[in-house]
Structures are given as structure tokens and as C-alpha cells.
């Protein structure tokens, strides 16, 4: 990929950086350790500590996103936009596609109006089956 690595917040270091080019290497969602183990083959000598803690850090700045697997580990991918939105995921193959949502935002919103809340977020992900891993092109399916 051609693009620029995204900035890493706190103490600017070899293992940070390379953390983040990992990351800038790579389209789908990759947990700790195997950004860990990528950066071993490449030769990067990087702590799996360091690599939660950068990851952490990308996390808190909107950098990456962050997605929960249905074993409870968590997945980071480098955001391609800033923007606030959703996933829509394949169970089978990780496939990750950034999706906007207005009628969820517009629901979230209301709702928490009606219950009193303020300052509110959220995080949505949709999980399913794409169509790779559903067998392909179906003629058969509703548009």
C-alpha cells in the first residue's frame, strides 16, 4: 500500500512505527499477536507489550478501529476514513466493510434522549457471511 503511516501518540519509537507500518500493510482486521508475529517474520525485534500499547494508543487517537471476535479478542484495522461508522463483517473470512449508518444514528440518538442520557456513543458491527464465502454471485438472492 502506498500510503502514509498513521501518527502514533505518545514516545515516537522504532517498535511504534513499525507497528504502524504493519498496520498500513495490511486490509483486514489482525489481532495483537499476529501483528506481533508479522513484524517477527519481517525481522522487527517488538515486544507483544508494545504492541498492545501501540495499538492502544492508535485506538484512542482514531486510527485504527477495534472489533470484538465472537471469542471476545480484540481485532485492529487502520481506519480508511475519519468519519464515525459501522462494519459489516464475514464470519468466515474476516472481511471487514466500512458501512455508514443514518437511521442507526438517528435511532441512537432518540433513544438516548428518551432515557436522559447526553455526550453518547456507540459502536456498531454486523456480522455475516459474504458473498466469497457464500459461494459467490447467487442470482437467487433479493437485491
Not at 487517537?61 to 480484540?74: K, M, Q, S, W, Y
Request: proline residues 3%; charged residues 30%.
Amino acid at each position: 500500500m502506498g500510503t502514509a503511516e498513521p501518527p502514533v501518540r505518545g514516545r515516537s519509537t522504532r517498535q511504534r512505527a513499525a507497528v504502524a507500518a504493519a498496520l498500513a500493510d495490511v486490509d483486514e482486521f489482525r489481532s495483537a499477536q499476529e501483528l506481533h508475529d508479522m513484524l517477527k517474520h519481517r525481522g522487527d525485534s517488538v515486544g507483544l507489550t508494545t504492541v498492545y500499547r501501540t495499538l492502544q494508543s492508535l485506538a484512542e487517537a482514531g486510527e485504527v478501529d477495534v472489533l470484538r471476535t465472537n471469542e471476545g479478542e480484540a481485532v485492529y484495522r487502520r481506519c480508511s476514513t475519519g468519519d464515525h461508522h459501522h462494519h459489516l463483517v464475514c464470519r468466515s473470512c474476516g472481511k471487514a466493510v466500512e458501512v455508514e449508518g443514518p437511521a442507526v444514528e438517528r435511532w441512537a440518538d432518540a433513544i438516548a434522549r428518551e432515557h436522559g442520557f447526553v455526550d453518547v456513543d456507540h459502536t456498531l458491527e454486523v456480522f455475516g457471511t459474504c458473498d466469497d464465502c457464500a459461494g459467490g454471485h447467487r442470482d437467487d438472492r433479493a437485491p
